[in-house]
């Protein structure tokens, strides 16, 4: 049989191409996908699941004029490989190659830019209302899974979306924790198909015309409607938004998916269709464990996964989860809150030694921060493990619930700074600025494991809210100690005696300042808190050195730079100070050892930033006796 796969250049011949066919490119696709990712690293199980969904939703809508948003977008190689991008597939989220995500700069198949999750049904809604008013005949899909409709503004879409009777909107639930078991198999994809055909939506609304001349009559048909419906699938809430519910179907059963969609196609208002899939299909060792497989780096498939030989350095995420359990022993108030990052944030252990105080509350990073706060009014001790990138979402709540109240919460923020491969929708670079303009708020900055695990408990003594921000992945490889003994609070340290230039370090970009100081002969300073900052330090620095250079793996626009010029304004101490940061730009994916030397902030160019900024300062500090 010949493969069908290369000569798949865009959607429009998935149009002409029969069931048969049709099984035959989603095999080949999932091949695809399982090759690449082995090679590349990168989200699997996800995209292993939405194979045929995608192979029908191209096949049955006219993309990309009908408009498919994907939700959180981490599910979308299939569609990537199916829209022209197959022979990029091998550059996925390497510097230069394509994104891990839909991006509409990277191809009009991408209606919409996402990798935060539950914004797909808004953005889904605004086109299919926008296509309404131009005029044009369009239709617009929004493909959600479960987890991401655990969100709020999930369900505020849907309350919108349910009074627009005339919009052609699909709502497509890729609901992959539940299966249809094979007794009622083939029943459901029957009645997903009446339920979607015209015959059936016809029956019905003349049923109700007639009816609705005799109130108790239609009463009653509506009852036995919802009866009926509610014998052969899941009871839903969905028709009470205004929406058309129909499923759930096989989501990896061709021959069930494009007729439905077919239907669905041709409904008018607002339509829910509920798919099942299985996370990692078509991949056994994917299927059994879908978490493991969510997000690996390189590896063989026919091997799978294996353990490196030799113990890799801890994590900083290690680095909590191990400080969360330590302290959770010694403090029974201490609570853990994650929304829905247990294995990222490093909850794991934490979920199987305190499960009554362990509480993972979905993707709802909002309900998560005042969920919080109002643990703290009742006096226990709230910890909030969230990525930097994911606490944005929850920035009014952390103000009006959390500082204003000057509740005892400790923020601990994975992913600070850039990320890597997930690219700018994942990268903390932001935390810094929007969280010292807070009133009541304090940001901790440790520069390797140790001063991670020290900040920790330092941040939850305070009688205050902190947010502690620490990378991905591993530091200096400096072993944490065993004790809980925290560091001075609002302190920071020398780390280099040096003349002249002074280098303010904020976070783990310390260690490259100090390398850079070697030849510069720079004092280093180890700032560790962005907010408060230790003005009694600044202004000792200030007061002995020429030139203050501040080094910050976070924006540079309201960063801790800022906050240096501030209180230097403040004191009315007049000192060239140079902010090195992230740019006012977004920051592509790539080796986050690469993004970091591309934008100047590896030791190299450190000290190149510096040199050219403050030549004649260096040149002085060099000519000094027993300098080179």
Not at 295 to 301: L, R
């Amino acid at each position: 049989m010949a493969p069908l796969l290369p000569t798949i250049h865009d959607p429009s011949q998935l149009r002409q191409m029969d069931r048969a066919q049709l099984k035959q490119l989603a095999d080949e696709v999932r091949t695809c996908v399982l090759d690449n990712v082995s090679r590349t690293g990168g989200h699997l199980s996800s995209n292993l699941g939405t194979v045929e969904l995608t192979v029908a939703l191209h096949h049955v809508f006219n993309t990309p004029h009908d408009r498919l948003v994907w939700d959180v977008g981490h599910q979308t190689y299939p569609h990537k490989i199916l829209t022209g991008r197959r022979d990029r597939m091998p550059t996925l989220r390497q510097l230069g190659g394509i994104s891990g995500f839909p991006q509409r700069t990277e191809s009009e198949y991408d209606t919409f830019g996402t990798a935060h999750s539950s914004t797909s049904i808004s953005a889904a809604l605004g086109m299919a209302l926008a296509a309404r008013q131009k005029g044009e005949d369009r239709h617009s899909v929004a493909i959600i899974g479960d987890g991401a409709l655990t969100a709020g503004m999930a369900f505020e879409a849907l309350n919108n979306a349910g009074v627009c009777d005339d919009c052609k909107l699909l709502v497509i639930l890729n609901d992959n924790d539940m299966s249809i078991s094979p007794p009622v198999g083939a029943l459901n994809r029957y009645l997903a198909q009446l339920m979607s055909g015209n015959f059936y939506a016809a029956a019905k609304n003349v049923g109700k015309s007639v009816l609705r001349a005799a109130p108790p009559l239609f009463e009653l048909a509506k009852r036995l409607e919802q009866h009926a419906k509610g014998m052969v699938v899941p009871a839903t809430l969905f028709e009470q938004f205004g929406f058309n519910y129909v499923g759930p179907i096989d989501g990896h059963d061709i021959d069930s998916l494009v007729p439905t969609l077919e239907n669905l196609k041709h409904l008018r208002g607002p339509q829910f269709l509920h798919v099942v899939t299985k996370k990692g299909q078509g991949y056994k060792l994917a299927e059994a464990d879908p978490v493991a497989y969510h997000g690996p780096s390189k590896f063989d498939p026919a091997v799978g996964l294996v353990k490196p030989a030799t113990a890799p350095k801890q994590t900083f995420t290690q680095i909590f989860g191990t400080w969360l359990c330590d302290m959770a022993a010694k403090d029974a108030r201490l609570v853990g809150i994650t929304p829905a990052m247990r294995e990222g944030s490093g909850l794991v252990e934490f979920e199987k030694r305190f499960p009554e105080r362990y509480y993972d509350v979905g993707i709802a990073e909002q309900h998560s921060v005042t969920f919080a706060a109002g643990l703290a009014c009742e006096g226990l001790k709230p910890v909030v493990a969230i990525y930097s990138t994911f606490l944005q979402r929850a920035y009014d709540q952390l103000i009006h619930d959390v500082a204003i109240q000057n509740l005892p919460v400790v923020f601990a923020l994975d992913r600070a700074g850039l990320v890597g491969a997930d690219g700018a929708t994942h990268a903390g670079a932001y935390d810094i600025s929007f969280l010292r303009c807070v009133p009541n708020m304090s940001v901790a900055c440790p520069a390797d494991e140790a001063e991670c695990r020290q900040l920790l408990t330092t941040a939850y003594e305070q009688s205050h809210p902190v947010a502690v921000r620490y990378p991905r992945g591993s530091g200096a490889g400096v072993a944490p100690p065993q004790s809980l003994d925290g560091l001075p609070f609002g302190k920071g340290e020398i780390r280099r005696e040096g003349r002249k230039i002074a280098i303010l370090a904020f976070g783990t970009l310390l260690y490259p300042a100090l390398k850079a100081a070697e030849s510069l002969d720079a004092t280093v300073v180890n700032m560790r808190w962005a907010k408060p900052l230790d003005v009694e330090l600044l202004l000792k620095i200030a007061g002995s050195h020429e030139a203050l250079v501040t080094v910050e793996e976070g924006a540079i626009m309201g960063g801790a730079g800022s906050a240096v010029l501030e209180a230097l304004q403040a004191a009315g101490l007049q000192k060239p100070v140079l902010q090195l940061g992230l740019p006012d730009r977004f920051i592509e994916h790539g080796d986050p050892a690469k993004l970091l030397s591309g934008i100047g902030l590896d030791a190299e160019g450190i000290e190149r930033s510096i040199a050219q900024r403050f030549d004649s300062v260096v040149s002085a500090g060099k000519t000094r006796p027993g300098v080179v």
